[in-house]
């Protein structure tokens, strides 16, 4: 920009070269705004982390005393009863709530009477959440009564997400990992371009493979001319080829098509991988037990 100023009639540079030093004064507050940003997002990060690893305890039945807590709750209900005494609404307004009522179904929770914590938790919340049914398939769907908990990282400075799910192995007849961590990493500067994916080794059981499936194929003899039919396995779409391991590509060369493909499908899986990520961070920060309620 400072070549194309100085190129400029002699009568007309110094315009420029004003509105070029406030561009670059305001760059400059929007890095800072940035950097500020990154430092408030990271302090309350770690505010909201001993709520949700007390919430995790909770749900997986390690914290079964209560006491301590149930009296904010009573406090608040005191308080929001108070509030909603006080709303005035007209009738229309309370059709609409009652059609909501209506067509709403929370979450029946009568099973958990004899059992410790909500062992369901992660697995109906997931199943809830609209988002998330995009890349989680009807097929992986059979595995989600395994998940025990949900675990998400979140660091700045590079960006990453990382995403720890727990499974019950002795529930699960798919696979053997009691815990399978996917690690996005993001692009220096970009909030939505990822670098790498850092997966798991999914240990299947035999003939459980959800990222595989089997297609019969006929094969003639060349010699005998006799043909037989073979059963091959071939790559399948599963929410579990996210825990595979993948890099984003640096070029490409642009006369070979083949090479074009497959770094378009390639920069899908990618895209599926951040997704995925994301959304199980956001499940875990922000709205997991109203998705488990389905209030979501």
Known sequence: MIKVVNGMPASVQARFKVLHMLSDERSKINDEFEKEVKA???????????????????????????????????ANLKEVTTIVAGIVKTQKEKDADED????????????????????????????????????IREKDREVLPCLKNVVSTETSDPKTLTIDLTWDTEKNDFFTN???????????????????CEGTLIEWKDGKDLSKKKIKKKQKNKKTGE???????????????CFENRKAPESKDKD????????????????????????????????ALEYYLNFG
């Not at 690893?53 to 904010?72: M, Y």
């Open 40 to 74: 408030l997002e990271e302090k309350f990060r770690e505010k909201k982390k001993p709520l949700l690893e007390l919430r995790n305890k909770v749900v997986l039945g390690e914290v079964t005393d209560f006491t301590e807590q149930i009296p904010s709750y009573d």
């Open 100 to 135: 909501e009522a209506k067509d709403h179904k929370p979450t029946d929770t009568a099973h958990l009477k004899e059992v410790a914590g909500v062992p369901d938790f992660w697995h109906v919340a997931v199943l809830n959440n609209p988002m998330m049914l995009q890349y």
């Open 178 to 196: 009691e815990k399978l961590t996917l690690k996005v990493i993001f692009k220096e500067g970009a909030d939505d371009e990822v670098a790498e």
């Open 227 to 241: 043909t037989r039919t073979i059963v091959k396995s071939v790559p399948s779409e599963s929410f579990f080829n």
């Open 256 to 287: 070979d098509e083949d090479e074009d493909e497959e770094m378009e499908k390639l920069l899908d899986q990618l895209d599926e991988c951040m997704q995925c990520a994301m959304d199980f961070n956001d499940l875990y920060n922000f709205e």
